[in-house]
């Protein structure tokens, strides 16, 4: 136990969030407890992640995360451990809502992401149809995240648009998707920045200089011509060509990366199988079986396209995840470790109150808020 590495989860604590400031001290060795000294609360070292308050053995919630993350039929998982269902699925439930934590806390920060590829692929729920549009990083395999609807339209892919632009710098970006005709609308209402303005008035919207986007639309079978066509909606054929040869080395535009993880997600989601008799019953267990399958392939699964060679003659090869590749991460994380990750609140902010604040509350503000 080292409290110089845990933070307060208390969300009425002015430390909440906060690492190494001096405030956290053991409680108890045995029983795993941490006692904050700014809100005399004591909490567990599993408070905030999916192994807090259960009933089950550490070692076997994380054996059923892990087959659930690996496409393991829940039915099955029951059959073996002699669980119950709403056990099994109340898991999945708690690990999904803490790996979407984990990406938007890790994934989505600003990076030069050079090239993505995005798609989205069709749903059948119990007695609903779901789209579900999801983004990869060509260069490093990251998944990017998962946006849901009813309809496939543009508030579908502005809101996937959004994602993607939550872990770009507006750097040189080179977006390839299909031939959807709302893809040119999404981008460019996402991908601008404000002019700024000296006069009264609304400022102009201008879109990034160095953006590019390719569709690549696929002819249909009956028609005499077959194949793909790259159709360039936005920037130039040089800087496609650059972006191409710094992200996949050569080639040229297509979607085949989004293809191969849609392929991914589909094997480790019974839902998301075509002609499949297995239904997911909720949007809610959909999106949450999506972020437990795309942060355990981020950050757990090793990618053989991404290995490098080393001089050791005992390991030729070292394997790496799309986290190393992208450095958010210097080692192949566990699901226990992925489990155990303890996301940070917000930071604590003074209460609004009329007149001036008390010697306490300026004290807690020099402190905390500094």
Known sequence: MDPRKVFCPNSDCP??????????????????????????????????????????????????????????????????????????????????????QVHQHV?????????????????????????????????????????????????LLVRLMQAVRRCALCEALLICVDGLRSYPRAVQRVFREKIPRHGPGRPRMHIWEHLCLVQIVKYNPMQPARGMLCRLVQGTGPQVCALLRQTQGAGVANTAFMERLNATFRARLCGLVRRGRALLRQQDTLQQGLYLIG?????????????????????????????????????????????NYHVPPMRWTPPKKRGRPSKQMKALIARWCT
């Not at 567990?44 to 308050?53: A, E, N």
């Not at 829940?74 to 999945?92: C, H, K, M, N, S």
């Not at 060679?309 to 986290?323: H, I, S």
Request: hydrophobic share 40%.
């Open 107 to 155: 994934v989505q920060q600003p990076r030069d992401l050079q090239q993505i590829q995005a798609d989205e692929l069709r749903v059948k729920l119990q007695g609903a149809i779901i789209w579900v549009a999801m983004a990869i990083e060509v260069r490093t395999r990251l998944w990017l995240g998962a946006v849901l609807s009813p309809q496939r339209d543009l508030n």
């Open 15 to 100: 430390a909440r969030g906060q690492v190494g400031q001096g405030n956290i001290h053991i409680h108890s060795r045995k029983k795993q407890r941490y006692r904050c000294t700014q809100c005399h609360k004591t909490f567990t070292t599993s408070k905030g992640t999916p192994l807090y308050r259960r009933h089950k053995p550490p070692d076997a919630v994380v054996c059923v995360i892990t087959l659930l993350a690996y496409g393991c039929p829940p039915q099955a998982i029951v059959q073996a451990f002699g669980w119950d269902e709403r056990t099994v699925y109340g898991l999945l439930q708690a690990a999904g809502q803490h790996c979407e």
């Open 295 to 339: 942060t355990v392939y981020n950050f757990c699964s090793v990618h053989k396209s991404l290995r490098v060679c080393t001089p050791n003659a005992d390991l030729r090869w070292a394997a790496r995840t799309p986290a190393m590749v992208a450095g958010l991460t210097d080692h192949c994380w566990s699901v226990h470790e992925l489990l």
